[in-house]
């Protein structure tokens, strides 16, 4: 949208998705890129055919700790990302038994493990991470896909209802397909501009992150959906 033929067609901002969810329920946006367990929160229609999911490991979130997940008490997240605390309560509630106190810092990994048991870190933190930094580490996207079989949906485009039109999920379709047909230029900016190495830009972006979304993807949504609500309300009963 920023250099195809859907040029123009908006006027973008770019903030990052709890923000965008934040922008949509002021009416201060019409459309945004928000977190799927927003669809809890607010009455939204999403953009079908577009979003941001994983299929196995996503790599840019990770569960760090120095105890196996089981054992974990506290967990130090970077609460940017509204659907990945949410996917880790899940995960660690229903995989492993446990329910740790959140504690809202920064992403900065040893700050984290020198309070929490746990870390939780997501996007460009996450990716510039080792996968051996803590002596637990829990890909979040492989975790999913291993306790449900289904994929997991991080975002997905949405706007209040009579928002999303036909003509809007075209150019959104349209714009994701003309991303996906100039990967190498998109490749070249963001690796230099994120201090990246290019191979991996590319391999997060053609393997580990999905932006496509057909009827599986939004099977495993809403079994997300329905896990973290039903936590939520325990939770909040307790």
């Excluded at 196995?56 to 196996?68: A, E, T």
């Amino acid at each position: 949208m920023t250099r195809g033929p859907q040029r123009g067609l908006f006027d973008l901002q770019f903030e990052l998705p709890a923000v965008c969810a934040d922008r949509i329920a002021a009416r201060e946006a019409d459309i945004g890129i928000v977190p799927s367990y927003e669809l809890l929160r607010q009455d939204l229609e999403i953009v079908r055919g577009t979003g941001i999911a994983c299929h196995g490991p996503v790599r840019s979130i990770l569960l760090l700790s120095s105890r196996p997940a089981s054992q974990i008490r506290t967990l130090a997240a970077d609460t940017s990302s509204r659907t990945s605390v949410q996917l880790a309560r899940v995960i660690l509630d229903e995989r492993y038994g446990a329910a740790p106190e959140l504690i809202p810092m920064p992403p900065d990994v040893e700050a984290m493990l020198c309070r929490a048991d746990a870390a939780l870190i997501i996007g460009d933190p996450a990716l510039h991470t080792a996968l051996d930094a803590a002596p637990h580490v829990y890909d979040l996207g492989a975790e999913w896909l291993e306790m449900t079989g289904v994929p997991m949906v991080f975002a997905v485009w949405a706007g209040h209802r009579g928002v999303v039109t036909a003509n809007v999920e075209r150019a959104f379709a349209e714009s994701c397909r003309y991303g996906r047909e100039h990967m190498d230029e998109i490749v070249a900016a963001e690796s230099a501009a994120r201090g990246f190495a290019p191979e991996v830009v590319r391999e997060y972006l053609t393997r580990n992150i999905v932006h496509e979304l057909d009827a599986r993807d939004y099977e495993g949504m809403e079994l997300f959906l329905r896990k973290a609500g039903a936590l939520a309300t325990a939770s909040s009963a307790a």
